[in-house]
Protein backbone atom coordinates (compact mmCIF):
# COMPACT_ATOMS: atom_id res chain seq x y z
CA UNK A 1 0.00 0.00 0.00
CA UNK A 2 2.77 2.52 1.09
CA UNK A 3 4.96 1.86 -1.65
CA UNK A 4 1.46 2.51 -4.22
CA UNK A 5 0.59 5.23 -2.76
CA UNK A 6 4.34 6.61 -3.12
CA UNK A 7 4.00 5.74 -7.12
CA UNK A 8 0.83 8.05 -7.59
CA UNK A 9 2.57 11.07 -4.99
CA UNK A 10 5.48 10.35 -7.64
CA UNK A 11 3.51 10.38 -10.79
CA UNK A 12 1.41 13.87 -9.40
CA UNK A 13 4.71 15.41 -8.44
CA UNK A 14 5.61 14.37 -12.43
CA UNK A 15 3.40 16.49 -14.27
CA UNK A 16 2.66 19.31 -10.97
CA UNK A 17 6.43 20.55 -10.99
CA UNK A 18 6.93 21.31 -14.46
CA UNK A 19 3.67 22.88 -14.69
CA UNK A 20 4.12 25.16 -11.29
CA UNK A 21 7.91 26.25 -12.79
CA UNK A 22 5.79 26.96 -16.60
CA UNK A 23 3.38 29.10 -14.69
CA UNK A 24 6.26 30.65 -12.90
CA UNK A 25 8.00 31.67 -16.41
CA UNK A 26 4.82 32.79 -17.55
CA UNK A 27 3.72 35.02 -14.78
CA UNK A 28 7.61 36.48 -15.32
CA UNK A 29 7.16 36.96 -19.13
CA UNK A 30 3.48 38.48 -18.44
CA UNK A 31 5.37 41.04 -16.46
CA UNK A 32 8.06 41.66 -18.69
CA UNK A 33 5.29 42.31 -20.94
CA UNK A 34 3.54 44.70 -19.16
CA UNK A 35 6.67 46.57 -18.03
CA UNK A 36 7.84 47.08 -21.25
CA UNK A 37 3.84 48.86 -22.68
CA UNK A 38 4.86 51.16 -19.69
CA UNK A 39 7.67 52.96 -21.80
CA UNK A 40 7.82 56.49 -22.01
CA UNK A 41 7.01 57.66 -26.06
CA UNK A 42 11.14 59.29 -24.95
CA UNK A 43 12.03 55.90 -23.27
CA UNK A 44 10.85 53.95 -26.64
CA UNK A 45 13.04 56.36 -28.64
CA UNK A 46 16.17 55.70 -27.09
CA UNK A 47 15.41 52.28 -27.13
CA UNK A 48 14.38 52.02 -30.75
CA UNK A 49 17.64 54.08 -31.51
CA UNK A 50 19.99 51.52 -29.43
CA UNK A 51 18.35 49.07 -31.12
CA UNK A 52 19.11 50.73 -34.36
CA UNK A 53 22.48 51.03 -33.54
CA UNK A 54 22.87 47.62 -32.92
CA UNK A 55 21.05 46.24 -36.07
CA UNK A 56 23.26 48.69 -38.42
CA UNK A 57 26.36 47.18 -36.53
CA UNK A 58 25.91 44.08 -37.19
CA UNK A 59 24.98 44.71 -40.65
CA UNK A 60 28.44 46.52 -41.43
CA UNK A 61 30.34 43.67 -39.21
CA UNK A 62 31.50 46.46 -36.96
CA UNK A 63 29.68 44.52 -34.03
CA UNK A 64 31.44 41.26 -32.89
CA UNK A 65 30.32 39.03 -30.33
CA UNK A 66 32.55 37.49 -28.11
CA UNK A 67 31.91 33.91 -26.93
CA UNK A 68 33.20 34.54 -23.46
CA UNK A 69 30.28 36.48 -22.31
CA UNK A 70 27.37 34.71 -23.78
CA UNK A 71 28.95 31.29 -22.38
CA UNK A 72 29.34 32.82 -18.65
CA UNK A 73 25.27 34.18 -18.51
CA UNK A 74 24.61 30.50 -19.66
CA UNK A 75 26.56 28.67 -17.23
CA UNK A 76 25.73 30.92 -14.64
CA UNK A 77 21.78 30.51 -15.35
CA UNK A 78 22.63 26.43 -15.33
CA UNK A 79 24.46 27.26 -11.69
CA UNK A 80 22.33 28.98 -10.29
CA UNK A 81 19.65 26.10 -10.63
CA UNK A 82 21.85 23.46 -9.77
CA UNK A 83 22.71 25.14 -6.76
CA UNK A 84 19.16 25.99 -5.69
CA UNK A 85 19.01 21.86 -5.43
CA UNK A 86 21.19 22.03 -2.59
CA UNK A 87 19.39 23.67 -0.15
CA UNK A 88 15.94 23.66 1.13
CA UNK A 89 15.80 27.55 0.46
CA UNK A 90 16.07 26.04 -3.27
CA UNK A 91 12.22 26.04 -3.57
CA UNK A 92 12.21 29.58 -3.10
CA UNK A 93 14.71 29.91 -5.74
CA UNK A 94 14.32 27.87 -8.62
CA UNK A 95 11.31 29.71 -8.55
CA UNK A 96 12.79 33.01 -8.50
CA UNK A 97 14.70 32.42 -11.36
CA UNK A 98 12.14 31.07 -13.73
CA UNK A 99 10.26 34.25 -13.12
CA UNK A 100 13.52 36.05 -13.45
CA UNK A 101 14.47 34.67 -16.95
CA UNK A 102 10.57 34.75 -18.08
CA UNK A 103 10.98 38.52 -17.19
CA UNK A 104 13.81 39.03 -18.95
CA UNK A 105 12.95 36.99 -21.92
CA UNK A 106 9.98 38.72 -22.92
CA UNK A 107 11.17 42.29 -21.83
CA UNK A 108 13.55 42.10 -24.50
CA UNK A 109 10.99 40.68 -27.30
CA UNK A 110 8.39 43.23 -26.17
CA UNK A 111 10.77 46.02 -26.47
CA UNK A 112 12.34 44.45 -30.07
CA UNK A 113 7.85 44.47 -31.32
CA UNK A 114 7.78 47.93 -30.06
CA UNK A 115 11.18 49.82 -31.39
CA UNK A 116 11.94 48.06 -34.39
CA UNK A 117 9.82 47.62 -37.96
CA UNK A 118 9.45 43.77 -38.22
CA UNK A 119 10.79 42.98 -34.48
CA UNK A 120 9.02 40.11 -33.39
CA UNK A 121 11.36 38.32 -36.42
CA UNK A 122 14.43 39.72 -34.72
CA UNK A 123 12.98 38.69 -31.56
CA UNK A 124 12.53 35.45 -32.78
CA UNK A 125 15.76 34.64 -33.43
CA UNK A 126 17.87 37.02 -31.12
CA UNK A 127 15.65 35.38 -28.04
CA UNK A 128 13.72 32.61 -29.32
CA UNK A 129 16.18 30.39 -31.04
CA UNK A 130 18.18 29.98 -27.67
CA UNK A 131 15.30 29.66 -25.31
CA UNK A 132 14.50 26.61 -27.35
CA UNK A 133 17.76 25.37 -25.45
CA UNK A 134 17.92 27.20 -22.67
CA UNK A 135 13.99 27.22 -21.04
CA UNK A 136 13.49 23.35 -20.95
CA UNK A 137 16.94 22.79 -19.80
CA UNK A 138 16.07 24.89 -17.14
CA UNK A 139 12.31 23.93 -16.24
CA UNK A 140 14.28 20.13 -16.39
CA UNK A 141 17.31 21.19 -14.10
CA UNK A 142 14.63 23.48 -12.05
CA UNK A 143 11.90 20.52 -11.27
CA UNK A 144 15.10 18.46 -10.15
CA UNK A 145 16.44 21.03 -7.67
CA UNK A 146 13.22 21.58 -6.31
CA UNK A 147 12.66 17.88 -5.60
CA UNK A 148 15.93 17.60 -4.18
CA UNK A 149 15.25 21.08 -1.97
CA UNK A 150 11.83 19.70 -0.85
CA UNK A 151 13.48 16.40 0.23
CA UNK A 152 16.55 18.04 2.53
CA UNK A 153 13.66 20.38 4.00
CA UNK A 154 11.78 17.55 4.88
CA UNK A 155 14.28 15.69 6.28
CA UNK A 156 15.48 19.05 8.11
CA UNK A 157 11.74 19.20 9.36
CA UNK A 158 11.25 15.74 10.32
CA UNK A 159 14.56 14.63 11.35
CA UNK A 160 17.02 12.15 10.49
CA UNK A 161 18.84 10.60 7.21
CA UNK A 162 17.05 7.63 5.81
CA UNK A 163 15.51 6.48 2.98
CA UNK A 164 16.26 7.06 -0.57
CA UNK A 165 19.45 9.28 -1.23
CA UNK A 166 19.00 12.74 -2.57
CA UNK A 167 21.76 12.89 -4.54
CA UNK A 168 21.98 9.72 -6.53
CA UNK A 169 24.14 8.83 -9.78
CA UNK A 170 21.69 9.66 -12.50
CA UNK A 171 21.05 13.07 -10.58
CA UNK A 172 24.86 14.48 -11.14
CA UNK A 173 24.49 13.11 -14.62
CA UNK A 174 21.22 14.99 -15.61
CA UNK A 175 23.09 17.83 -14.06
CA UNK A 176 25.85 17.03 -16.34
CA UNK A 177 23.75 17.17 -19.58
CA UNK A 178 22.14 19.74 -18.52
CA UNK A 179 25.77 22.24 -18.23
CA UNK A 180 26.57 20.69 -21.98
CA UNK A 181 22.89 21.56 -23.63
CA UNK A 182 23.79 25.27 -21.82
CA UNK A 183 27.24 25.15 -23.56
CA UNK A 184 25.80 24.20 -27.09
CA UNK A 185 22.83 26.68 -26.44
CA UNK A 186 26.12 29.70 -26.21
CA UNK A 187 27.58 28.35 -28.97
CA UNK A 188 24.29 28.87 -31.32
CA UNK A 189 23.96 32.12 -29.93
CA UNK A 190 27.92 33.03 -30.40
CA UNK A 191 27.97 31.08 -34.13
CA UNK A 192 24.43 30.78 -35.46
CA UNK A 193 22.01 33.73 -34.34
CA UNK A 194 24.40 36.79 -35.56
CA UNK A 195 24.42 35.06 -38.81
CA UNK A 196 20.49 34.78 -39.01
CA UNK A 197 20.37 38.01 -37.93
CA UNK A 198 22.37 39.82 -40.48
CA UNK A 199 20.27 38.38 -42.90
CA UNK A 200 17.94 40.18 -41.60
CA UNK A 201 19.21 43.28 -40.84
CA UNK A 202 18.42 44.96 -44.23
CA UNK A 203 14.65 43.92 -44.42
CA UNK A 204 14.40 45.29 -40.72
CA UNK A 205 16.05 48.55 -41.12
CA UNK A 206 14.70 49.88 -44.27
Request: net charge positive; glycine share 14%; with cysteine.
Amino acid sequence: MGKLMKKKSDGLWGWLCPLALAVVFLLGGLAGCLYAAQLSEPGEGAVASYLADYLRLLQTGELTLELGPILRSRVLLWLAVTVCGLTGLGLVGVSAVCGAQGFLLCYGCACFCRAVRGGAAAAAVLFGLPALLWAPVMLWLGCQSVGSAAALLRRCVLGGSGGEAVFSRSYWLRVLVGCGVMILCALVEYAVVPRLLAHLVGWLLW
